[in-house]
């Protein structure tokens, strides 16, 4: 079945560690997203990417880094993780920047 | 730049009962406009979206949404709700000056009781 693949499910993990989320689309959309949900704050976008080679900055990218080698795949990257950073992690994906977006099912991270 | 208000972070409705979800956005010449739904424990689904043309739109599942311009909001309703209705809706505006990234309001949980 086409669509996002992320992963892990959840995970937890130790304030200083390294960790990369990854996600992987095979409906060939051009642009991809990560956002993170928060209770209250709906979903904010984290970076995104609106083809493969480039990445943007979304609202809240500080401890964050992406790279988007290819059309499939957009990692998402915590160098150095603090508990700030526990969170629901969606990545998205969408033919265009206009185009309605798909959904994952999120990643559940906990920071301790 | 672009803000989303979900006025209502839940709504508690009765099962056959009507109910309407608030969402307004700040000020802007061009928008897309849409809803997610989002299950427990999964990603955000596509709802509704209004991009051109009639401002009513609607789902397959009896939502609609109008777009009011001069208002700017975009409220869903659905004139008789299912207990499979619950879930929480998520309002999301596309600012064509903002590059078309994806701004969401802070949810609306819909618990709809027996």
């Known amino acids: 079945i086409a669509g996002i693949t992320q992963a892990p499910t959840s995970q937890i993990l130790a304030a200083g560690r390294r960790m990369t989320l990854r996600c992987t689309q095979d409906m060939r959309h051009n642009a991809m997203y990560w956002y993170r949900q928060d209770l209250g704050l709906g979903l904010r976008l984290i970076h995104y990417s609106n083809t493969a080679g480039t990445t943007g900055k979304g609202e809240v990218p500080d401890g964050y880094s992406v790279s988007r080698a290819n059309t499939d795949d957009f990692p998402l990257t915590l160098a150095s993780a603090v508990p700030s950073q526990t969170s629901v992690y969606f990545c998205?994906?969408?033919?265009?920047?206009?185009?309605?977006?798909?959904f994952g099912d999120g990643t559940r991270l906990s920071i301790l | 730049a672009q803000s989303v208000t979900q006025l209502d972070s839940q709504v508690p409705v009765f099962e056959e009962a009507p109910v309407e979800l608030r969402c307004n956005y700040s000020s802007s010449v061009s928008v897309y406009l849409f809803w997610y739904v989002q299950y427990p424990n999964q990603g955000l689904q596509l709802l509704l979206k209004?991009?051109?043309?009639?401002?009513l739109v609607e789902s397959i599942n009896g939502f609609e949404a109008e777009f009011n311009k001069s208002q700017t909001s975009f409220h869903l309703r659905k004139p008789s709700v299912h207990i499979s209705d619950t879930a929480e809706y998520f309002c999301a505006v596309s600012d064509k000056a903002a590059g078309n990234k994806l701004t969401f309001g802070g949810g609306t949980r819909v618990l709809v009781k027996p």
């Open positions: 998205a994906s969408s033919v265009g920047p206009e185009q309605p977006q798909h």
């Open positions: 209004y991009l051109s043309g009639s401002t």
